[in-house]
């Protein structure tokens, strides 16, 4: 069982708010991962981390933001949420070099209204 | 570049029906090769990996094998159960970038009992 934790699950919440999301994994891997997945499964990298005070942007253009002061903790973070920003977003970690699997958090269901 | 591509759900079967689900991909070199699972209102588990032509990979009565000639990564189940009923995702890791995850689009499995 992997050990990395998103909080909150779902959040419904307005436009206009600001919003972070939480990501914790607790296995000291160095690299972290944001995926945004809409509603046709399909999945997009926003945002990547190989430790910490490095972030680096993904495939997917995100106005969100993310920060990595220390090695276990990943938040995600939107200064002004729209309905647009409405999706499903997992975060996801792994070890080292070589080829591990990314291990996934149980993600968190955001609903802008 | 490089890229998967899954069979297009949704896959329905009846419980203890055979099971595959074809995954195919185009890339340089020799990635590895993963098949997640993701349930309903959780994130992706990995189920199974392979990370050299001719290896099986095997979890859960799922097996895959990769095929370096054909480019595949089939999931095949011999009998599934109402349980198996989630979305599935075949993915790779380039051999250029192996912190990199590239997925396909999922495929939705209905079992019914």
Redesign the interface.
Do not use: A, M, P, W
């Given at each position: 069982e992997a050990d990395i934790y998103q909080t909150p699950r779902y959040l419904v919440i307005g436009t206009g708010k600001k919003i972070t999301l939480e990501c914790s994994q607790t296995m000291g891997h160095d690299k972290m991962y944001w995926y945004q997945q809409d509603p046709g499964m399909e999945l997009h990298l926003i945002h990547y981390s190989y430790g910490v005070n490095s972030t680096e942007k993904g495939d997917l253009s995100s106005e969100s933001t993310v920060s990595r002061i220390r090695t276990e903790h990943f938040p995600l973070t939107l200064e002004s949420a729209r309905p647009s920003h409405t999706s499903q977003y997992l975060c996801a970690s792994r070890r080292g070099e070589g080829p591990y699997e990314q291990y996934f958090g149980p993600g968190t269901r955001l609903t802008v209204t | 570049g490089d890229s998967v591509t899954q069979m297009e759900g949704p896959v329905t079967l009846s419980e203890e029906a055979f099971l595959t689900i074809n995954c195919t991909y185009t890339a340089t070199g020799y990635p590895?090769l993963?098949w997640?699972v993701?349930y309903p209102g959780?994130?992706?588990?990995?189920l199974l990996?392979a990370?050299k032509a001719d290896d099986k990979g095997s979890n859960k009565g799922f097996e895959a094998t990769y095929r370096k000639e054909t480019t595949s990564f089939h999931l095949e189940k011999g009998s599934v159960q109402v349980s198996d009923s989630a979305?599935y995702?075949c993915a790779l890791?380039p051999s250029y970038n192996?912190?990199?995850?590239i997925?396909g689009?999922?495929t939705?499995l209905q079992v019914f009992p």
């Open positions: - | 590895s993963f997640y993701q959780e994130g992706l588990q990995l990996k990370t979305v995702f890791s192996t912190d990199k995850l997925f689009t999922g939705r």
